[in-house]
């Protein structure tokens, strides 16, 4: 089992900034991936940032250059910098992992349980 852990949502103002970690652990052999993703109420779930081992970081258009992804991948860590938060931005904020699992080398996909973004003043 891989499990995964957000932290680092909260209320912050229009034009303000938050840094979202996620943490995987469990059974794991590699990450060859993680993501973030988000859904507002009413709302589609929207890929907002991916980074894959060998390519680049990738985002959405309503995030590029505000928003920055990291890894680390000594610690199994996603990061998501946001700056110039907009209210547009308000949504449940989840991590998304695949790689493969330990001792079966299996593959794997994990979720974590979410943290709300909200941008309001």
């Known amino acids: 089992q891989v499990q995964l852990v957000e932290s680092g949502g909260g209320l912050v103002p229009p034009g303000g900034s938050l840094r979202l970690s996620c943490a995987a652990s469990g059974s794991i052999f590699r990450i060859n991936a993680m993501g973030w993703y988000r859904q507002a109420p009413g709302k589609q779930r929207e890929l907002v940032s991916t980074?894959?081992?060998?390519?680049?970081?990738r985002y959405a258009d309503s995030v590029k250059g505000r928003f920055t992804i990291s890894r680390d991948s000594a610690k199994n860590t996603v990061y998501l910098q946001m700056n110039s938060l907009k209210p547009e931005d308000t949504a449940v904020y989840c991590c998304?992992?695949?790689?493969?699992?330990?001792?079966?080398?299996?593959?794997?996909?994990?979720w974590g349980p979410g943290t709300q973004v909200t941008v309001s003043s």
């Open positions: 980074i894959t081992s060998g390519f680049s970081p």
């Open positions: 998304n992992a695949v790689g493969i699992s330990r001792g079966t080398l299996s593959s794997f996909t994990s």
